[in-house]
């Protein structure tokens, strides 16, 4: 029989397989000032401090400042204030800012170097954000380690990874560590201690919240 010759173009793919072709991850992006300010708040105290990002109205994956809400906090939780969590709605309605401008992405930090999300991280997350078409959990670790994560709903529940930068190209007049700081210090309670010693025992994550959810946040506009 007719020794049958592979064609050359053949040959040459057989040597050097496809490359897979790389999918590029969404940004999550940073102004500086933005990054400047969560930086400053994770580090003024012992526990995790919460917020929530305020995004550029072109753009909802760049956040331009941090917004902090009155929380109780200890080295593993955030507790946000049901009246705080509604001002903030208000304030940034009055200032002409749509929802998922500034109640879409969930920031908080971690006191540790990891910042893989908790066990609680992840029941709250889904419990408070599961009525929005999409939302973000993002968490800056002490070490400089991040999380982020896309979740969406919109043709069935869906998570995707995000990359994390700090946007340079954006002006920044500097930092304000003195209104940093009053913002700080009027919002954050260390409840480090209650929730470490309690007359019968650690305090529950049921005790220290006291809330089937947290608080004002019920349905996601």
């Known amino acids: 029989m007719p020794n049958r010759k592979t064609h050359p173009l053949t040959r040459r793919h057989l040597r050097r397989p496809r490359r897979k072709r790389s999918r590029k991850r969404p940004v999550l992006k940073f102004s500086p000032y933005a990054w400047a300010k969560l930086l400053f708040l994770r580090d003024l105290g012992p526990t995790e401090v919460g917020g929530f990002g305020i995004a550029h109205s072109d753009n909802v994956l760049s956040i331009t400042d941090i917004a902090l809400v009155t929380q109780r906090c200890t080295e593993v939780t955030v507790e946000f204030d049901d009246e705080s969590v509604a001002d ?4 940034h309605v009055d200032l002409g800012l749509r929802p998922e401008q ?3 992405i969930w920031i908080h930090t971690h006191p540790d170097v990891s910042a893989r999300p908790s066990t609680v991280d992840v029941e709250t997350f889904d419990r408070v954000f599961s009525s929005c078409d999409w939302a973000i ?3 800056l670790a002490k070490g400089g380690e991040t999380f982020a ?3 969406w709903r919109q043709g069935g529940p869906a998570q995707l990874p995000l990359s994390v930068e700090v946007d340079y190209s954006c002006s920044f007049a500097g930092t304000d560590h003195a209104a ?3 913002e ?3 919002r954050v309670t260390d409840e480090t201690e209650f929730h470490m010693f309690h007359e019968s025992g650690p305090w529950t994550w049921e ?3 006291g809330h089937p959810s947290l608080p004002g946040w019920e349905e996601c506009p």
């Not at 903030?88 to 304030?91: A, P």
């Open 88 to 91: 903030l709605f208000d304030e």
């Open 102 to 104: 500034f109640a879409r």
């Open 137 to 139: 959990m993002f968490i």
């Open 149 to 151: 994560q896309l979740h």
């Open 180 to 182: 940093w700081e009053a």
């Open 184 to 186: 700080y210090r009027s």
């Open 207 to 209: 005790e220290l919240n």
